[in-house]
């Protein structure tokens, strides 16, 4: 059985190959974190990783969040703040390079100011929505993902929405699904056998009431990495 380490350093890598292929080809690479214990694990690995991108490739990223929960500064509830501890600290990565949500302010005003800095960054798109390279997602036993819980609208008309989760922290903004289907790669991570059933419902039956199901790039490629324990009730077919 695959251990949560070698999980998360295999979706590190993951990470890490899609990331190098993007700066094969961009001089500037967009990627979007996601919270949670899933994704932070992947991302305490990118700097130890020994084959892992450069310093100069590092300098080549600029940093987003999917979503942020709208906490005070040094709650440990931020994805902004855990990322920096997991490893934009280690890496020394600049703060020029990481875009994170302002705080302190209310939350449809905090998604319609990260929409700002989020269309003042990237350049280009599918119509006027910029395009990230990489947008690294977890999923909830609900099947939300980033903060997209059930009953997020579909199409909001916006790149980042405000969103309450039933639980704390309770205020978040989020990446909209318009936003996550621009993406040239969008890429899940689940491990755990407590998520086998709504990787079920997600990847067998494809139910159209979660929204990890909803989410559908565009022209870009959606990949799911799984933990033996989170596929357990995929067949084998
Ligand atoms: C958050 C995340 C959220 C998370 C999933 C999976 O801010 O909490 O963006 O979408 O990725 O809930 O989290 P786990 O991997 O801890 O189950």
Same mark, same amino acid.
Not at 70 to 82: I, K, M, Q, R, T
Not at 101 to 108: L, Q, S, T, V, W
Not at 205 to 216: F, H, K, S
């Given at each position: 059985?695959?251990?949560?380490?070698?999980?998360?350093?295999?979706? @590190?890598?993951?990470?890490?190959?899609?990331?190098?292929?993007?700066? @094969? $080809?961009?001089?500037? %690479?967009?990627?979007? !974190?996601?919270?949670?214990? /899933?994704?932070? =694990? =992947?991302?305490?690995?990118?700097?130890?990783?020994?084959?892992?991108?450069?310093?100069?490739?590092?300098?080549?990223?600029?940093?987003?969040?999917?979503?942020?929960? !709208?906490?005070? @500064?040094?709650?440990?509830? &931020?994805?902004?703040?855990?990322?920096?501890?997991?490893?934009?600290?280690?890496?020394?990565?600049?703060?020029?390079?990481?875009? =994170?949500?302002?705080?302190?302010?209310?939350?449809?005003?905090?998604a319609r100011d990260y929409e700002a800095v989020v269309r #003042?960054?990237?350049?280009?798109?599918?119509?006027?929505? +910029?395009?990230?390279?990489?947008? $690294?997602?977890?999923?909830?036993?609900?099947?939300? /993902?980033? #903060?997209?819980?059930?009953?997020? *609208? !579909?199409?909001?008309?916006?790149?980042?929405? +405000?969103?309450?989760?039933?639980? #704390?922290?309770?205020?978040?903004?989020?990446?909209?699904?318009?936003?996550?289907?621009?993406?040239?790669? %969008?890429l899940f991570l689940v491990a755990g056998e407590a998520k086998?059933?709504?990787?079920?419902?997600?990847? *067998?039956?494809?139910?159209? /009431?979660? +929204?990890? /199901?909803?989410?559908?790039?565009? &022209?870009?490629?959606? &990949?799911?990495?799984?933990?033996?324990?989170? *596929?357990?009730?995929?067949? #084998?077919?």
């Open positions: 059985m695959e251990t949560a380490e070698a999980f998360a350093a295999r979706a @590190a890598r993951e990470i890490t190959d899609r990331l190098r292929a993007a700066l @094969a $080809v961009r001089e500037r %690479v967009a990627l979007a !974190l996601a919270g949670g214990e /899933t994704p932070r =694990a =992947a991302h305490l690995c990118l700097a130890r990783l020994p084959d892992g991108l450069e310093a100069e490739d590092w300098e080549r990223i600029e940093f987003f969040w999917g979503d942020e929960r !709208l906490v005070e @500064a040094g709650d440990s509830g &931020s994805n902004v703040e855990a990322a920096r501890r997991d490893f934009l600290d280690p890496l020394a990565i600049p703060e020029r390079q990481i875009h =994170a949500p302002r705080k302190g302010i209310e939350p449809d005003r905090t #003042s960054v990237l350049s280009g798109g599918i119509g006027d929505v +910029p395009r990230f390279d990489l947008v $690294v997602l977890g999923v909830g036993a609900d099947g939300h /993902t980033a #903060s997209l819980f059930p009953g997020a *609208a !579909l199409h909001s008309g916006r790149l980042v929405v +405000p969103a309450r989760s039933s639980s #704390s922290p309770r205020d978040r903004i989020t990446f909209s699904f318009e936003l996550i289907a621009a993406a040239r790669e %969008v086998a059933a709504i990787v079920q419902r997600l990847l *067998a039956e494809a139910d159209p /009431t979660l +929204p990890a /199901t909803l989410v559908r790039p565009t &022209s870009g490629r959606l &990949s799911w990495l799984l933990d033996e324990g989170a *596929a357990r009730r995929l067949s #084998s077919r």
